[in-house]
């Protein structure tokens, strides 16, 4: 075992435990952006609902429209006539946008990071495999020589007597 083999025993537990506080934080942030999103949408309905009686005359319909609107999908089943209708889609449109970015970005920014990790982790093991390869041909080249004092000697003792 070499000197390194604690170190790294001891690092385990702190590195597993920093892993799942990422993932457990990815994912609370993850589902929380989500969450957020559907409940500005669901707040667009009722506001729509509000706003423009006459295109949307049921909270069912405004939400459909919203949830269309929020996910950039947009049918053109239903849509809002009116100015304020516009402005209430407009805004729903840009946190629609808005949602996506976030949700890329943290799915992209994930994704490189886990690659770094692993080539970090990689890298890591092949330099403790090199010092491992090395510490055991000093092994060898100490046994080596060790024989080789245990021979010469033994010629030396022969040849004194």
Do not use: C
């Amino acid at each position: 075992m070499t000197d390194i083999e604690p170190r790294l025993k001891g690092e385990r537990p702190a590195l597993v435990e920093r892993r799942a506080r990422r993932i457990v934080n990815a994912r609370s942030l993850t589902l929380g952006l989500a969450a957020t999103f559907l409940g500005l949408a669901f707040a667009g309905a009722i506001l729509m609902r509000i706003v423009d009686r006459h295109d949307f005359p049921n909270l069912g319909l405004a939400a459909w429209w919203a949830l269309q609107t929020i996910t950039t999908v947009g049918y053109g089943d239903v849509v809002p006539t009116t100015n304020l209708g516009r402005i209430v889609g407009s805004v729903e449109l840009v946190l629609g946008i808005s949602f996506i970015t976030f949700l890329t970005a943290g799915v992209t920014s994930t994704v490189i990071q886990r690659g770094a990790q692993h080539a970090q982790e990689s890298e890591s093991a092949q330099r403790e495999r090199d010092l491992k390869t090395v510490v055991d041909a000093l092994d060898r080249t100490r046994h080596a020589i060790a024989d080789l004092d245990k021979r010469l000697d033994s010629i030396e003792s022969r040849l004194t007597s």
